[in-house]
């Protein structure tokens, strides 16, 4: 592969790292879809161009299926359910924007460092992508932790899905790819269904399974 | 088997031990009517019989058909051996003796335990348990029996579970008992090394070097907790008197025995070599635990737990033995050794006659007047006469008086005491008076301990209705307490014969032994010197006999035979009411003023009526167990307390889980980032 | 010819459950569903059976070896004697109204789709395959624990659902670096995710590559396994689910993680460079134990505290096969198949417990040996055999464990029997309450339903007594290869 | 053999018969102290003939222990007494009973001594025994440590050979010794309940200890317990003469001669410590009853202190 193509496969894994970070710095609940939307578009290029350099066409249906389904019908999905739900309003987030930002830079570094190690004989191209891809993971579980809001969570797994499809593409033939992404949109359907049917506001930062506790004598 | 096989003995020994587990099978069925519990009683009477006999035969001959037979059944990766050396022998004689009267008197009292489904199916059991320590011949077949030891034994305490107390009792016990074993199990693997030679021969081979003292610190803890080693005895008086009579008898008088030999076959046998210095913990802790053991029965009222802790006292007294043992075998004073570790074994035998004894004695108050409290006894000597003259020869034999089996391994124990100025250490020589005084210290106060035992229990007037209904016990009891008593005098008398019955274990434990015995003249025995110390119970008895025969004879000679029955004079002032007697309590009093009040931090405050008030002057009497509140109390809280702190971990959010799973996961990766 | 019939036992092992869940989907009487479930997994525990005696040979998809046979067998065990207390179990609860026949549409169909993924776990060879294994029979039990609709049950499916999925995103990126790792030496596709070619060729692998990965397997896995501090999801699961899911949660599904676990450990062992994933385990594995001692004292809901004994016991064994050398590994390996076979048994009388006395309150239920005496006393020998008391197996790998562990490192072991103790008093503690005591209550139940209990007890005391020379072979040898 | 059955014979006689008239010693040198007449010397054994020719007058629930105890405690303190050399070392016995059995055969009495108190079931017969024991506790490992002392001193615990050293030429003088004599006279007058411990002579004193244990018998059985105190402080005297003061003793297979020397120097020695100890008694007032474990306390002190010095200076033989 020429280092054109390469320059641009991290372009492109860059770029996701950078919408990631953007995603970690919303804090409006309809910016932040159209931003997930985005992190999926560029995944799907990412992807779609890994599938060009590989020669391996099954890596476009993985590409078609993050352009559709996180690019299109998720966000959309998670816009109904959020007017429905009526949290529309701001993201109370844990820890304030500017921490977050910081932790997420130490995460970048984190990644990066751990990386430095792998031999070259990996190719340069598989440790940068590998460092990507784990910062992406890391920062969508940073997202998933610093977001009180069930939505916003299910965000944030789904981008640290994404980093997971980044990986898994950017390791050259490695098989059942396809499968696993149709498997995560599975997963994320799942999600969102069960947002959806337990009308989960807070669910995940909830105190009432304490309450439950209670009722049941299992407090101290 | 044949006859001609090496092993013959310990395949026998091996079958009783596999026959005791299937009665413990059949009790399950058998428990249901009370012809059935009898019928497994009879046949624990006979097997441990057998046991016994075989057992003796390994001891007498040591070589002789006795090597251990390896079953193909244990340890996956180790080799299970059981089998006989003269050690195991003499405590396999010792217990299975016991366990047979004790099962005899059991053939008639068993049938009163309330649910005997609960008690008959384990107590085979436990007797297997025991003698399966014993045959043991490699770490973890003695680890197993040592375990279903105690299992069976909480089971048989926990069988009376509607009260409260007897769980409690329960439980510390499993607790405790669990403790000391992995304890043991620690010590085992510190033997056996990291690639495992479990058998004791190959550790024996080993020998482990500079192991010993973490080897005798775990061995005191696992050992002691399981004899009954102060500050470890916590559990033991609880759990001996939760259990039925008959079952208390076997903790007490045999189950500790096996405690004492699991301590004994690891420090003297396994742990190689020992240095002066091992003598001094075990000798402060067998101190420390003879005299606290007597005074805390000294305050006891219940006559079970009076005798549990009672037991504590003995253990005290055994270990005296084993640490000045210890010592002596240290310095190369073989003799000297042979002697102390006689003297202690010796004990051992003792302990479990009499201790029995008092337990089936006390079992049988408990069966006539379903007391177990001294201050509602009394009298009984005039309704069970059988069992009041059994007791009485057990309390004479455990107050170490003569002429009966107590006295003489005391009397041991002070021979071997004072030898001792041969050790060239200072500190043991520091010690070892000190300890003979608490030794005699100790002696004295068991004397008080069972003159209050007897005489509340069966002296003075009925307390209570029950005591004044009681009747005497059935026939298999009292033969089996009479057969107990007869041991205890004739232990006392003819020593010679046991002591040379230890000569092989001393042979084999300390490289030395004490001349024989048995065939001194006049049946006397001859420690060290017969210009330096004798002793020949048989003639002071006959002495005894004479002159208070010839007393009697003359009295009655000169005497007006007349013999007037009239009200106790009781210096003029009688009272017709029993309240009036001396307590339990009251006769306490005065050594609790004496000893408890350091001890046990005892106090007594007076509340007088004010003037002009018309009610009752009242005596409190407060007592503390130092130990329960200074050791264990504290070890409980910390537990609480981390319970409490870690237990809010139950009730976080989700998120907050998420977040612990990040960190772990940051964590993991800064290390493996710094590893290069 | 034992070849042949050795891939058709394969065929039939993975075959029966995925053709049977499909059929009992279309079954909606439950009745007939639980007789013909029980009847599938007779039918997988015989073709488990003939693994034992026939191996097929391995292909780059699936494989059956010493190590992965036992867990076959016990699986398919105890998958069989669960599908007949959850039999009596489901109907019981039924006829009290707690679950409607609706709810129980699936119920039985999802069984047996759980136990295709597990087996399919187990046989893989390819790290991929055994990665989508853990992750389907995860996601069928988030499914089954919910089954009761309840708010709480919700709940904990929810947190279930939750920090399991994040444990497969962790746990994918594993295999993900595993197989970048390998994809140097074997090659790009389907070779380099063959667990036995990387196991034998993980010399030459790049080891910061590996560790990489194993920090990520042994998070996304341990999240499975219940290890602390990942364990947050196992006892609400254990509580809230129907107990037969209880029990294969405790008995089958720690297992199955933990065994992969170990094949990534025997993956790490053949590369001497790599960062040992020993003190990594044994800090999990020593956190796990400690903790979940402390956490038995205040539960009041029985099904908690014996979750919590799982994740107590899934500590042992992890930090036995943190440990290492011969003797650890084989009292790992022992403890876990003692423990599968001891704590589903446990579940079951359990739900019996929960069911005869209408409540999970530790502090409402009492006195259960005389109650109803069979019961009680089995659950007494279960305690106690869980408790690591002689005669049973787990006594026999505490021995060892804790014997050899003394020898090497004995602050460890130290702190071993430390933990041991305080759960084993947090037990006993419990024990006492549950089995004796004043009760006035007498309860029937038919002691038919207590066989599956009493049988795997009284394997579990038989391997305490006698371990069949084949099966120590066998463990010996996986003993060894662990390292 | 035959001559040492002999001397043992004798020796038992002698104590039976000297016992008595070393009571009735006492108590006219007691009452000349006090400037009284006082009792003839034979009055004890005009007082024991009486007591036996008295009719018994026991309780209604007196066991049949209350009435075999006399007899046993007579004989055992009789037994214990006939092993102390007086005049001769060298008896058959001796060498099959030593200190340490002396002291038990005494402790046997005091055990079925305090049985029989309680065994009527009277607050008095109550306080005697539990007193008693009390006492015991105290003096019985006190005596044992003097005991100790002796032996370790003569690298033996048989009175004959300790007797015999003390004669022969390597017996020094020892602060040990010194500090084992004044515990064996601290525990002599507390066993034998002398002032200051207890009042031989009272009775209705709430301290009273012995006096209360025996407060229900009457005629023989009190005539034999009375004999058997009576011995017990003859043996007790006689423990000091034979081991502090040995001069005279005659050795076993010694002469008539010097068995006669040995007679003679016995009773001076009796009567020499029986005015010491009367001495003693006149010149003290009875302590109260807690006062008295204090006062034991030091014989026990005293005795450990001096084994313990024995332990550090010299490897026993």
Not at chain 1, 21 to 30: P, S, T, W
Not at chain 3, 400 to 421: E, Q
Not at chain 4, 7 to 36: C, D, E, H, M, Y
């Given at each position: 592969?020429?280092?054109?193509?390469?320059?641009?496969?991290?372009?492109?894994?860059?770029?996701?790292?950078?919408?990631?970070?953007?995603?970690?710095?919303?804090?409006?609940?309809?910016?932040?879809?159209?931003?997930?939307?985005?992190?999926?578009?560029?995944?799907?290029?990412?992807?779609?161009?890994?599938?060009?350099?590989?020669?391996?066409?099954?890596?476009?249906?993985?590409?078609?299926?993050?352009?559709?389904?996180?690019?299109?019908?998720?966000?959309?999905?998670?816009?109904?359910?959020?007017?429905?739900?009526?949290?529309?309003?701001?993201?109370?987030?844990?820890?304030?924007?500017?921490?977050?930002?910081?932790?997420?830079?130490?995460?970048?570094?984190?990644?990066?460092?751990?990386?430095?190690?792998?031999?070259?004989?990996?190719?340069?191209?598989?440790?940068?992508?590998?460092?990507?891809?784990?910062?992406?993971?890391?920062?969508?579980?940073?997202?998933?932790?610093?977001?009180?809001?069930?939505?916003?969570?299910?965000?944030?797994?789904?981008?640290?899905?994404?980093?997971?499809?980044?990986?898994?593409?950017?390791?050259?033939?490695?098989?059942?790819?396809?499968?696993?992404?149709?498997?995560?949109?599975?997963?994320?359907?799942?999600?969102?269904?069960?947002?959806?049917?337990?009308?989960?506001?807070?669910?995940?930062?909830?105190?009432?399974?304490?309450?439950?506790?209670?009722?049941?004598?299992?407090?101290? | 088997?044949?006859?001609?096989?090496?092993?013959?003995?310990?395949?026998?020994?091996?079958?009783?031990?596999?026959?005791?587990?299937?009665?413990?099978?059949?009790?399950?069925?058998?428990?249901?009517?009370?012809?059935?519990?009898?019928?497994?009683?009879?046949?624990?009477?006979?097997?441990?019989?057998?046991?016994?006999?075989?057992?003796?035969?390994?001891?007498?001959?040591?070589?002789?058909?006795?090597?251990?037979?390896?079953?193909?059944?244990?340890?996956?990766?180790?080799?299970?051996?059981?089998?006989?050396?003269?050690?195991?022998?003499?405590?396999?004689?010792?217990?299975?003796?016991?366990?047979?009267?004790?099962?005899?008197?059991?053939?008639?009292?068993?049938?009163?335990?309330?649910?005997?489904?609960?008690?008959?199916?384990?107590?085979?059991?436990?007797?297997?348990?025991?003698?399966?320590?014993?045959?043991?011949?490699?770490?973890?077949?003695?680890?197993?029996?040592?375990?279903?030891?105690?299992?069976?034994?909480?089971?048989?305490?926990?069988?009376?579970?509607?009260?409260?107390?007897?769980?409690?009792?329960?439980?510390?016990?499993?607790?405790?008992?669990?403790?000391?074993?992995?304890?043991?199990?620690?010590?085992?693997?510190?033997?056996?090394?990291?690639?495992?030679?479990?058998?004791?021969?190959?550790?024996?081979?080993?020998?482990?070097?500079?192991?010993?003292?973490?080897?005798?610190?775990?061995?005191?803890?696992?050992?002691?907790?399981?004899?009954?080693?102060?500050?470890?005895?916590?559990?033991?008086?609880?759990?001996?008197?939760?259990?039925?009579?008959?079952?208390?008898?076997?903790?007490?008088?045999?189950?500790?025995?096996?405690?004492?030999?699991?301590?004994?076959?690891?420090?003297?046998?396994?742990?190689?070599?020992?240095?002066?210095?091992?003598?001094?913990?075990?000798?402060?802790?067998?101190?420390?635990?003879?005299?606290?053991?007597?005074?805390?029965?000294?305050?006891?009222?219940?006559?079970?737990?009076?005798?549990?802790?009672?037991?504590?006292?003995?253990?005290?007294?055994?270990?005296?033995?084993?640490?000045?043992?210890?010592?002596?075998?240290?310095?190369?004073?073989?003799?000297?050794?042979?002697?102390?570790?006689?003297?202690?074994?010796?004990?051992?035998?003792?302990?479990?006659?009499?201790?029995?004894?008092?337990?089936?004695?006390?079992?049988?108050?408990?069966?006539?007047?379903?007391?177990?409290?001294?201050?509602?006894?009394?009298?009984?000597?005039?309704?069970?006469?059988?069992?009041?003259?059994?007791?009485?020869?057990?309390?004479?034999?455990?107050?170490?008086?003569?002429?009966?089996?107590?006295?003489?391994?005391?009397?041991?124990?002070?021979?071997?005491?004072?030898v001792s100025p041969q050790l060239p250490q200072w500190i043991p020589r520091l010690l070892v008076p000190a300890i003979?005084?608490?030794?005699?210290?100790?002696?004295?106060?068991?004397?008080?301990?069972?003159?209050?035992?007897?005489?509340?229990?069966?002296?003075?007037?009925?307390?209570?209705?029950?005591?004044?209904?009681?009747?005497?016990?059935?026939?298999?009891?009292?033969?089996?307490?009479?057969?107990?008593?007869?041991?205890?005098?004739?232990?006392?008398?003819?020593?010679?014969?046991?002591?040379?019955?230890?000569?092989?274990?001393?042979?084999?434990?300390?490289?030395?032994?004490?001349?024989?015995?048995?065939?001194?003249?006049?049946?006397?025995?001859?420690?060290?010197?017969?210009?330096?110390?004798?002793?020949?119970?048989?003639?002071?008895?006959?002495?005894?006999?004479?002159?208070?025969?010839?007393?009697?004879?003359?009295?009655?000679?000169?005497?007006?035979?007349?013999?007037?029955?009239?009200?106790?004079?009781?210096?003029?002032?009688?009272?017709?009411?029993?309240?009036?007697?001396?307590?339990?309590?009251?006769?306490?009093?005065?050594?609790?003023?004496?000893?408890?009040?350091?001890?046990?931090?005892?106090?007594?405050?007076?509340?007088?009526?004010?003037?002009?008030?018309?009610?009752?002057?009242?005596?409190?009497?407060?007592?503390?167990?130092?130990?329960?509140?200074?050791?264990?109390?504290?070890?409980?809280?910390?537990?609480?307390?981390?319970?409490?702190?870690?237990?809010?971990?139950?009730?976080?959010?989700?998120?907050?889980?998420?977040?612990?799973?990040?960190?772990?996961?940051?964590?993991?990766?800064?290390?493996?980032?710094?590893?290069? | 010819?034992?070849?042949?019939?050795?891939?058709?036992?394969?065929?039939?092992?993975?075959?029966?459950?995925?053709?049977?869940?499909?059929?009992?989907?279309?079954?909606?009487?439950?009745?007939?569903?639980?007789?013909?479930?029980?009847?599938?997994?007779?039918?997988?525990?015989?073709?488990?059976?003939?693994?034992?005696?026939?191996?097929?040979?391995?292909?780059?998809?699936?494989?059956?070896?010493?190590?992965?046979?036992?867990?076959?067998?016990?699986?398919?065990?105890?998958?069989?004697?669960?599908?007949?207390?959850?039999?009596?179990?489901?109907?019981?609860?039924?006829?009290?109204?707690?679950?409607?026949?609706?709810?129980?549409?699936?119920?039985?169909?999802?069984?047996?789709?759980?136990?295709?993924?597990?087996?399919?776990?187990?046989?893989?060879?390819?790290?991929?395959?055994?990665?989508?294994?853990?992750?389907?029979?995860?996601?069928?039990?988030?499914?089954?624990?919910?089954?009761?609709?309840?708010?709480?049950?919700?709940?904990?499916?929810?947190?279930?659902?939750?920090?399991?999925?994040?444990?497969?995103?962790?746990?994918?990126?594993?295999?993900?670096?595993?197989?970048?790792?390998?994809?140097?030496?074997?090659?790009?596709?389907?070779?380099?995710?063959?667990?036995?070619?990387?196991?034998?060729h993980s010399a030459g692998f790049d080891p910061a590559l590996l560790n990489l990965s194993f920090v990520f397997l042994?998070?996304?896995?341990?999240?499975?396994?219940?290890?602390?501090?990942?364990?947050?999801?196992?006892?609400?699961?254990?509580?809230?689910?129907?107990?037969?899911?209880?029990?294969?949660?405790?008995?089958?599904?720690?297992?199955?993680?933990?065994?992969?676990?170990?094949?990534?450990?025997?993956?790490?062992?053949?590369?001497?460079?790599?960062?040992?994933?020993?003190?990594?385990?044994?800090?999990?594995?020593?956190?796990?134990?400690?903790?979940?001692?402390?956490?038995?004292?205040?539960?009041?809901?029985?099904?908690?505290?014996?979750?919590?004994?799982?994740?107590?016991?899934?500590?042992?064994?992890?930090?036995?096969?943190?440990?290492?050398?011969?003797?650890?590994?084989?009292?790992?390996?022992?403890?876990?198949?003692?423990?599968?076979?001891?704590?589903?048994?446990?579940?079951?009388?359990?739900?019996?417990?929960?069911?005869?006395?209408?409540?999970?309150?530790?502090?409402?239920?009492?006195?259960?040996?005389?109650?109803?005496?069979?019961?009680?006393?089995?659950?007494?020998?279960?305690?106690?055999?869980?408790?690591?008391?002689?005669?049973?197996?787990?006594?026999?790998?505490?021995?060892?464990?804790?014997?050899?562990?003394?020898?090497?490192?004995?602050?460890?072991?130290?702190?071993?029997?430390?933990?041991?103790?305080?759960?084993?008093?947090?037990?006993?503690?419990?024990?006492?309450?549950?089995?004796?005591?004043?009760?006035?209550?007498?309860?029937?139940?038919?002691?038919?339903?207590?066989?599956?209990?009493?049988?795997?007890?009284?394997?579990?005391?038989?391997?305490?007594?006698?371990?069949?020379?084949?099966?120590?072979?066998?463990?010996?040898?996986?003993?060894?290869?662990?390292? | 053999?035959?001559?040492?059955?002999?001397?043992?014979?004798?020796?038992?006689?002698?104590?039976?018969?000297?016992?008595?008239?070393?009571?009735?010693?006492?108590?006219?040198?007691?009452?000349?102290?006090?400037?009284?007449?006082?009792?003839?010397?034979?009055?004890?054994?005009?007082?024991?003939?009486?007591?036996?020719?008295?009719?018994?007058?026991?309780?209604?629930?007196?066991?049949?222990?209350?009435?075999?105890?006399?007899?046993?405690?007579?004989?055992?303190?009789?037994?214990?007494?006939?092993?102390?050399?007086?005049?001769?070392?060298?008896?058959?016995?001796?060498?099959?009973?030593?200190?340490?059995?002396?002291?038990?055969?005494?402790?046997?009495?005091?055990?079925?001594?305090?049985?029989?108190?309680?065994?009527?079931?009277?607050?008095?017969?109550?306080?005697?025994?539990?007193?008693?024991?009390?006492?015991?506790?105290?003096?019985?490992?006190?005596?044992?440590?003097?005991?100790?002392?002796?032996?370790?001193?003569?690298?033996?615990?048989?009175?004959?050979?300790?007797?015999?050293?003390?004669?022969?030429?390597?017996?020094?003088?020892?602060?040990?010794?010194?500090?084992?004599?004044?515990?064996?006279?601290?525990?002599?007058?507390?066993?034998?309940?002398?002032?200051?411990?207890?009042?031989?002579?009272?009775?209705?004193?709430?301290?009273?200890?012995?006096?209360?244990?025996?407060?229900?018998?009457?005629?023989?059985?009190?005539?034999?317990?009375?004999?058997?105190?009576?011995?017990?402080?003859?043996?007790?005297?006689?423990?000091?003469?034979?081991?502090?003061?040995?001069?005279?003793?005659?050795?076993?297979?010694?002469?008539?001669?010097?068995?006669?020397?040995?007679?003679?120097?016995?009773?001076?020695?009796?009567?020499?410590?029986?005015?010491?100890?009367?001495?003693?008694?006149?010149?003290?007032?009875?302590?109260?009853?807690?006062?008295?474990?204090?006062?034991?306390?030091?014989?026990?002190?005293?005795?450990?202190?001096?084994?313990?010095?024995?332990?550090?200076?010299?490897?026993?033989?």
């Amino acid at each position: 592969m020429t280092p054109l193509d390469s320059d641009i496969a991290h372009l492109l894994a860059g770029s996701l790292v950078l919408v990631s970070f953007v995603l970690l710095y919303q804090d409006r609940m309809f910016a932040l879809l159209n931003f997930f939307a985005v992190h999926a578009c560029v995944l799907a290029l990412s992807v779609g161009w890994q599938a060009y350099l590989q020669r391996a066409p099954h890596l476009f249906i993985t590409a078609l299926i993050a352009l559709l389904f996180k690019g299109v019908i998720i966000p959309v999905a998670l816009h109904r359910i959020v007017v429905r739900l009526g949290i529309h309003r701001t993201i109370e987030s844990v820890v304030s924007i500017g921490p977050t930002m910081l932790f997420g830079m130490a995460l970048v570094a984190l990644s990066v460092v751990v990386m430095l190690p792998v031999t070259q004989s990996a190719g340069a191209f598989v440790r940068e992508d590998l460092a990507f891809a784990l910062s992406v993971v890391l920062l969508g579980f940073l997202m998933m932790v610093t977001r009180r809001n069930a939505v916003s969570q299910v965000i944030g797994f789904m981008s640290l899905e994404n980093g997971l499809v980044l990986a898994a593409t950017g390791a050259r033939g490695m098989p059942l790819v396809v499968e696993i992404s149709v498997g995560f949109s599975v997963l994320i359907a799942f999600l969102v269904v069960g947002i959806f049917l337990f009308r989960i506001r807070e669910r995940f930062d909830t105190v009432e399974l304490q309450a439950l506790d209670m009722s049941r004598g299992e407090s101290a | 088997m044949s006859l001609a096989s090496p092993s013959f003995l310990s395949q026998l020994a091996v079958t009783g031990v596999g026959l005791l587990l299937a009665l413990a099978a059949l009790g399950i069925l058998a428990a249901r009517r009370s012809l059935g519990s009898r019928l497994i009683y009879a046949a624990c009477m006979l097997i441990c019989s057998g046991l016994a006999v075989v057992a003796l035969a390994a001891l007498l001959a040591p070589h002789s058909r006795s090597e251990a037979i390896e079953l193909t059944v244990g340890l996956p990766l180790g080799r299970t051996l059981l089998g006989f050396d003269p050690l195991s022998a003499a405590f396999a004689v010792i217990i299975n003796l016991a366990s047979a009267i004790v099962s005899g008197y059991a053939i008639g009292y068993g049938v009163h335990a309330r649910e005997p489904q609960r008690v008959v199916p384990f107590y085979p059991a436990f007797i297997a348990g025991m003698n399966l320590v014993l045959l043991a011949q490699d770490a973890f077949s003695f680890l197993v029996g040592w375990e279903f030891m105690s299992l069976a034994s909480w089971a048989l305490v926990v069988s009376e579970h509607t009260s409260e107390d007897n769980r409690r009792a329960a439980l510390v016990y499993l607790i405790m008992a669990t403790g000391g074993a992995l304890t043991l199990l620690l010590a085992f693997g510190l033997l056996a090394g990291p690639e495992g030679g479990y058998a004791f021969a190959q550790i024996r081979r080993a020998a482990a070097s500079g192991a010993g003292p973490v080897v005798l610190i775990l061995a005191l803890v696992g050992a002691g907790s399981k004899a009954g080693l102060v500050p470890l005895h916590a559990w033991l008086p609880l759990a001996h008197p939760a259990a039925p009579s008959h079952v208390s008898a076997l903790m007490s008088g045999v189950m500790t025995k096996v405690a004492v030999y699991g301590f004994v076959r690891i420090i003297f046998d396994l742990a190689g070599p020992p240095s002066w210095w091992w003598s001094v913990p075990v000798l402060v802790v067998a101190g420390v635990t003879a005299l606290l053991g007597v005074l805390y029965a000294l305050m006891e009222h219940d006559l079970k737990r009076l005798l549990a802790y009672h037991t504590v006292e003995n253990i005290g007294i055994i270990f005296i033995g084993l640490g000045l043992a210890l010592a002596f075998e240290a310095n190369g004073l073989g003799v000297a050794a042979a002697l102390a570790l006689s003297a202690a074994i010796f004990h051992v035998f003792n302990h479990s006659l009499f201790k029995s004894l008092l337990f089936l004695g006390s079992g049988a108050v408990l069966n006539a007047t379903g007391e177990r409290d001294m201050e509602h006894l009394g009298g009984l000597i005039h309704r069970m006469p059988v069992t009041a003259v059994a007791f009485l020869a057990g309390c004479i034999a455990i107050s170490a008086l003569p002429p009966f089996n107590g006295f003489v391994s005391e009397w041991l124990t002070f021979q071997a005491i004072l030898v001792s100025p041969q050790l060239p250490q200072w500190i043991p020589r520091l010690l070892v008076p000190a300890i003979g005084a608490t030794l005699a210290c100790s002696a004295a106060l068991a004397a008080a301990c069972f003159v209050k035992a007897f005489g509340m229990t069966f002296l003075g007037r009925p307390r209570s209705d029950a005591a004044r209904a009681a009747s005497e016990t059935d026939r298999w009891s009292q033969s089996a307490m009479l057969a107990l008593a007869g041991l205890c005098l004739l232990a006392g008398i003819l020593p010679g014969f046991v002591i040379d019955g230890l000569a092989p274990v001393t042979q084999m434990l300390v490289g030395a032994r004490l001349a024989p015995q048995s065939t001194q003249p006049w049946l006397r025995i001859i420690p060290i010197d017969p210009a330096r110390s004798a002793y020949n119970g048989a003639l002071v008895f006959v002495m005894i006999l004479i002159a208070a025969a010839a007393t009697a004879f003359v009295v009655r000679r000169l005497a007006s035979n007349s013999l007037r029955r009239s009200p106790a004079w009781d210096c003029g002032f009688p009272d017709s009411s029993p309240a009036t007697q001396y307590t339990a309590g009251s006769f306490a009093q005065p050594i609790r003023r004496v000893f408890g009040s350091v001890v046990f931090r005892a106090r007594e405050h007076v509340v007088m009526a004010k003037p002009g008030e018309i009610s009752t002057a009242r005596l409190h009497v407060e007592l503390h167990d130092t130990i329960w509140e200074t050791l264990y109390l504290p070890i409980i809280r910390v537990v609480d307390v981390m319970a409490d702190r870690l237990n809010r971990l139950q009730f976080l959010t989700i998120r907050t889980y998420l977040t612990i799973v990040f960190a772990a996961l940051i964590l993991l990766l800064m290390i493996v980032g710094a590893w290069r | 010819m034992s070849v042949s019939v050795g891939s058709v036992a394969l065929a039939g092992l993975l075959g029966t459950p995925a053709f049977g869940a499909l059929l009992l989907a279309a079954i909606p009487s439950y009745r007939v569903a639980a007789a013909l479930n029980m009847a599938l997994c007779a039918l997988t525990l015989v073709c488990a059976g003939l693994l034992y005696s026939h191996r097929p040979e391995r292909s780059l998809y699936l494989l059956v070896d010493d190590v992965n046979t036992i867990f076959l067998i016990i699986g398919a065990l105890v998958g069989f004697t669960t599908s007949v207390f959850s039999a009596g179990y489901i109907a019981h609860e039924v006829q009290s109204r707690k679950l409607r026949s609706r709810d129980l549409r699936f119920y039985h169909a999802l069984y047996q789709f759980l136990m295709f993924a597990m087996d399919l776990a187990l046989v893989s060879n390819n790290i991929g395959l055994m990665w989508v294994g853990v992750e389907l029979a995860t996601l069928t039990t988030v499914v089954m624990v919910g089954i009761y609709r309840t708010n709480a049950a919700l709940e904990a499916a929810w947190k279930y659902f939750i920090l399991g999925s994040v444990g497969i995103g962790l746990a994918l990126f594993g295999t993900i670096l595993v197989y970048l790792a390998g994809q140097e030496h074997l090659g790009e596709g389907m070779p380099a995710m063959a667990w036995d070619r990387l196991a034998a060729h993980s010399a030459g692998f790049d080891p910061a590559l590996l560790n990489l990965s194993f920090v990520f397997l042994l998070l996304g896995y341990g999240t499975k396994v219940g290890l602390v501090p990942v364990h947050a999801w196992l006892p609400d699961a254990h509580a809230e689910g129907p107990t037969p899911i209880s029990a294969v949660l405790s008995g089958l599904l720690l297992n199955v993680a933990l065994f992969a676990l170990l094949r990534f450990r025997l993956i790490m062992a053949g590369n001497s460079a790599v960062l040992s994933p020993g003190p990594m385990m044994v800090t999990m594995g020593a956190l796990s134990l400690v903790f979940a001692g402390f956490m038995i004292y205040r539960r009041r809901d029985i099904k908690r505290m014996f979750a919590y004994s799982s994740i107590e016991h899934m500590g042992i064994i992890t930090l036995a096969f943190g440990l290492g050398g011969p003797l650890a590994n084989f009292a790992g390996l022992l403890h876990m198949a003692m423990h599968s076979l001891t704590k589903s048994a446990i579940f079951f009388g359990v739900g019996y417990i929960s069911q005869l006395e209408g409540t999970q309150r530790i502090a409402d239920i009492r006195g259960l040996t005389h109650s109803q005496p069979l019961l009680g006393w089995l659950l007494v020998v279960g305690v106690v055999a869980i408790a690591g008391l002689p005669p049973f197996g787990i006594f026999t790998s505490e021995f060892l464990l804790v014997t050899s562990t003394f020898a090497r490192s004995p602050w460890l072991a130290i702190l071993l029997v430390v933990g041991l103790m305080i759960a084993f008093s947090a037990l006993a503690l419990r024990l006492h309450g549950l089995a004796f005591g004043k009760t006035d209550k007498h309860h029937t139940l038919p002691a038919w339903r207590l066989i599956p209990m009493a049988l795997q007890l009284g394997l579990v005391a038989t391997a305490g007594v006698y371990l069949p020379g084949a099966v120590v072979e066998w463990f010996r040898h996986v003993a060894d290869q662990l390292g | 053999m035959t001559h040492e059955w002999l001397t043992q014979l004798a020796q038992a006689a002698l104590v039976l018969g000297l016992a008595p008239l070393l009571s009735g010693v006492t108590r006219k040198i007691r009452a000349r102290l006090l400037r009284r007449q006082g009792p003839s010397l034979v009055q004890p054994y005009r007082d024991l003939l009486k007591l036996i020719r008295k009719e018994a007058v026991i309780a209604e629930n007196a066991s049949w222990l209350f009435r075999a105890a006399p007899y046993v405690i007579f004989a055992t303190t009789w037994v214990a007494a006939a092993l102390v050399p007086t005049f001769a070392t060298g008896l058959m016995l001796s060498a099959s009973a030593d200190l340490i059995v002396i002291v038990a055969l005494l402790g046997t009495a005091r055990f079925l001594l305090a049985l029989a108190g309680l065994d009527v079931g009277t607050s008095f017969g109550g306080i005697g025994s539990s007193r008693e024991m009390m006492f015991a506790s105290l003096a019985e490992p006190a005596m044992l440590m003097a005991v100790f002392t002796l032996s370790l001193f003569a690298g033996s615990t048989e009175l004959s050979s300790i007797s015999a050293y003390m004669l022969g030429p390597n017996a020094g003088v020892s602060i040990s010794l010194a500090l084992a004599l004044v515990a064996l006279v601290i525990v002599t007058i507390g066993e034998n309940a002398r002032i200051p411990v207890d009042n031989p002579a009272t009775h209705l004193e709430l301290t009273m200890v012995h006096e209360a244990m025996i407060l229900e018998y009457s005629g023989r059985h009190l005539a034999v317990i009375e004999a058997a105190a009576s011995l017990k402080l003859l043996l007790y005297l006689s423990l000091i003469a034979c081991v502090f003061i040995p001069w005279g003793t005659a050795l076993s297979g010694a002469g008539v001669l010097a068995y006669a020397i040995g007679l003679g120097a016995y009773a001076i020695k009796l009567a020499a410590l029986a005015f010491l100890l009367v001495m003693f008694e006149t010149a003290t007032a009875k302590m109260r009853v807690f006062r008295v474990p204090e006062f034991l306390g030091v014989a026990l002190m005293l005795g450990l202190l001096g084994t313990i010095m024995l332990f550090v200076s010299r490897v026993s033989r």
